[in-house]
């Protein structure tokens, strides 16, 4: 099956999405089902830098609008407005966690996450942290959900001042080192594995 390319304008859609977003907050993406126009040449790289047609938006409130309209069905990526939906590409994650503040201490921790996009998500039940491991080199990746079905990838910086905050847990009937965030616990790698 070929996948259709949709050709309309940036501009187009940034202007469907400024009049989307208007009001408080973020538009109600999850209530819009429009019908599927193509996929659009726009790509978020795995640094969170956005893309159309091969160069970089350079405008970081037009990122920010797009972001704001983003949404998230099975492993598909799409902008949509009330009328219409456009795929597009996410090299990881659509966002990146570049900070992060932490109040409280032990289990009553709380861990508040601020994405390159301005988002702000504490982690805790309703946005879990994980962290996934490359097979070869045992490489930590962690994430943090920030909204319907949407994660960050945690920035390097952040990750090594997380680790700092992290602690010994039961968890699965074994010991592991991770975080606690909101009363829940987030695994990172078994006790045994640190070295």
């Not at 501009?11 to 989307?20: M, R």
């Not at 990172?188 to 070295?195: A, C, K, Q």
């Amino acid at each position: 099956m070929q996948q259709n390319t949709v050709t309309g304008s940036m501009n187009a859609l940034a202007d469907a999405a400024a009049a989307a977003s208007k009001g408080k907050g973020l538009p109600p993406v999850h209530l819009w089902n429009p019908p599927f126009c193509g996929d659009i040449d726009m790509r978020i790289a795995r640094d969170g830098t956005w893309f159309y047609e091969g160069t970089p938006i350079g405008r970081h409130a037009l990122a920010r609008l797009f972001s704001t309209i983003l949404k998230r069905e099975g492993d598909a990526y799409f902008l949509v407005t009330p009328v219409e939906k456009v795929g597009i590409t996410v090299e990881d994650a659509p966002f990146v966690a570049v900070d992060f503040r932490a109040n409280g201490a032990g289990d009553a921790q709380q861990l508040t996450f601020v994405t390159n996009m301005g988002d702000e998500a504490t982690a805790g039940p309703e946005n879990p942290l994980r962290v996934e491991r490359d097979p070869q080199t045992g490489e930590p990746a962690p994430y943090i959900h920030i909204r319907a079905g949407l994660e960050a990838l945690i920035d390097r910086k952040s990750f090594y001042r997380l680790v700092e905050l992290g602690a010994h847990a039961d968890h699965d009937g074994a010991s592991w080192f991770g975080l606690w965030s909101a009363g829940a616990f987030f695994p990172i790698i078994p006790s045994d594995e640190l070295v």
